[in-house]
């Protein structure tokens, strides 16, 4: 408002000096200069300025220029600022052409700054250049300095200037010039100036643009057998899936009652929730028009959801955790107790660590120990196709990493962490258990833990140790605060522990209290080379006061 008030000002003193005239004016502030070209604004304490500049503009014939003048360069500025107004330049152009000259300078526009810089520099130091610039013809064709009739002249030996003569020899002799001044580059039509579009093509050769957004192999599987269920179904009614979702306009209403018809029957039918929120994800990825018009056939899954609400994994409390490595050990499945800890210790999902081989693990050791911490590679991140495309587990628990190094430290770069099935990591892990007198059947109670209680147990104790969401929710790797939260389970991981028999609590609590002992001599045992298959005999006979299970 007071750039514009000091701009309506000037008007004013302009208009007394008796009008008539044009002007240019420059301002440093970008609102103001565009609100004055434009000759309004939506904001109202604006308005009333505008109006009047208009008024003095239109009655007493002032033609002002409005131009953008950065704040350092203003000189009017320096006043507002008690600053000292800045000298003229020593060399300047203007005391040094006549005004013919200086409109042929005026004509030069859309130089770059290192051009314009140039060009100043050069002027500078060769005045007479501007008379050249002041030359009427190459104000009207600035590109070249060549007039138009120049171009169609005959040639003519005892002259011999550039672009005298036929008209094709012309085009040459600038064909010509440019590729010397290009060097390198090719002018072949069709052919990129830099090698990285040829470097990108043959990265990219092989690849299919499919329709739709990305998704994962087993997701498109998946989606095909269901695909097949809903068009046997549509079969069986006389409908056909391509004149109803795939027509120019299709009717919303039709297809939202279809769709909802279709998940009732699901319903009935007995099948599972995801059945039907892939049937319509598969709808909108093969006609994404219905993107957003299928809010009755969303409404339908979320009324089936509150019905059989989603039972989330059971976080695993660390006493457990502790006594299922520490039972592990004595039995020399340093294996099972790896993985059971980079899983808690690091949040990862079992099915990152089957994939993982010992390349991707980085242990202390691998790096001389100047790291304090272990990080394990994700090959295929879940989120890879909507949060980072490289992302890696982190693991800190100086135990729990000690237990990670006795496991995987020895192994060979191409093997796997757990080279077996998943079937028999959960194999072991069911005797483990019965091993603690821990639940492992459905329908006992508490819920038994299962391999995906690693991942939020992991989680829950990491949030009630440190109480910052976002270290959490960074070092997990979730996409947002709220799929983390499904995972922070602190109430349910604490009163777990009472929910077992007292048996299995004094189990539990027994493989927690004779961990650190335990995790010593399997060190010793480690260092030696002893085999694991020999641990629980040599434990066995080692068992004392100190270390009893």
Same mark, same amino acid.
């Given at each position: 408002m007071l750039e514009a008030a000091a701009c309506l000002k000037l008007l004013r003193d302009l208009a007394k000096r008796g009008g008539d005239l044009k002007v240019a004016v420059l301002l440093d502030s970008h609102v103001a200069l565009s609100c004055f070209v434009r000759g309004r604004s939506s904001a109202k304490s604006l308005q009333h300025l505008l109006k009047k500049a208009a008024s003095l503009c239109l009655a007493c014939g002032i033609y002002p220029a409005f131009r %953008?003048? +950065?704040? /350092? &360069?203003?000189p009017a500025d320096a006043p507002s600022r008690d600053l000292p107004l800045p000298d003229p330049v020593d060399a300047s152009l203007a005391r040094e052409v006549s005004s013919f000259v200086a409109h042929g300078l005026a004509s030069v526009s859309g130089l770059r700054r290192w051009a314009a810089n140039w060009a100043r520099l050069v002027l500078l130091l060769q005045p007479s250049i501007a008379l050249f610039l002041g030359h009427a013809d190459? /104000? #009207?064709? +600035? #590109? &070249? +300095? $060549? *007039?138009l009739h120049e171009w169609t002249l005959d040639f003519d030996s005892t002259l011999g200037f550039p672009g005298e003569g036929p008209l094709w020899l012309s085009w040459i002799f600038w064909t010509f010039g440019f590729s010397l001044a290009l060097g390198p580059c090719q002018l072949v039509l069709g052919v990129g100036v830099s090698h990285g579009d040829d470097v990108r093509k043959l990265r990219r050769a092989g690849i299919v643009l499919e329709e739709g957004r990305r998704v994962t192999e087993t997701t498109a599987n998946v989606r095909e057998v269901l695909f097949g269920n809903f068009c046997e179904w549509l079969t069986e009614r006389d409908l056909v899936f391509e004149h109803i979702f795939m027509p120019p306009n299709p009717d919303l209403d039709c297809v939202n009652k279809i769709l909802v018809q279709y998940g009732k029957w699901l319903f009935a039918q007995g099948k599972p929730y995801y059945h039907f929120s892939e049937c319509i994800n598969l709808v909108t990825s093969r006609r994404p028009l219905l993107r957003r018009s299928l809010q009755q056939a969303w409404d339908l899954c979320f009324l089936w959801g509150s019905y059989e609400p989603v039972e989330h994994h059971i976080a695993m409390p660390h006493q457990i955790l502790v006594s299922l490595i520490a039972a592990a050990l004595w039995w020399g499945w340093v294996r099972e107790a790896a993985v059971f800890a980079l899983a808690w210790g690091a949040l990862l999902r079992i099915g990152e660590v089957y994939q993982a081989t010992r390349a991707d693990l980085i242990l202390p050791g691998d790096v001389d120990g100047t790291n304090n911490y272990a990080l394990l590679r994700i090959k295929e991140p879940k989120t890879r196709f909507r949060a980072a495309r490289h992302q890696a587990g982190r693991l800190e628990h100086a135990d729990l990493l000690e237990v990670v190094r006795i496991g995987f430290e020895r192994l060979l770069p191409h093997e796997k962490l757990w080279p077996w099935s998943g079937a028999t990591l959960r194999s072991h892990f069911t005797k483990l258990l019965l091993q603690l007198g821990l639940p492992t059947e459905l329908h006992q109670c508490p819920k038994p833990l299962t391999l995906a209680?690693?991942? +939020? =147990? =992991?989680? *829950? %104790?990491? $949030?009630s140790i440190c109480d910052n969401a976002e270290a959490v929710r960074r070092r997990g790797r979730w996409a947002s605060f709220k799929v983390m939260e499904v995972y922070l389970q602190e109430v349910g991981a604490s009163t777990y522990m009472n929910m077992i028999s007292d048996k299995s609590k004094s189990n539990v609590l027994n493989g927690l209290k004779v961990f650190p002992t335990l995790l010593q001599r399997i060190h010793g045992f480690f260092e030696c080379r002893i085999p694991a298959n020999t641990w629980f005999f040599l434990l066995r006979k080692a068992a004392g006061d100190d270390l009893k299970v």
């Open positions: %953008y003048v +950065p704040t /350092r &360069l203003n190459v /104000r #009207k064709n +600035p #590109k &070249l +300095p $060549i *007039s209680s690693f991942r +939020p =147990g =992991g989680a *829950s %104790y990491m $949030i």
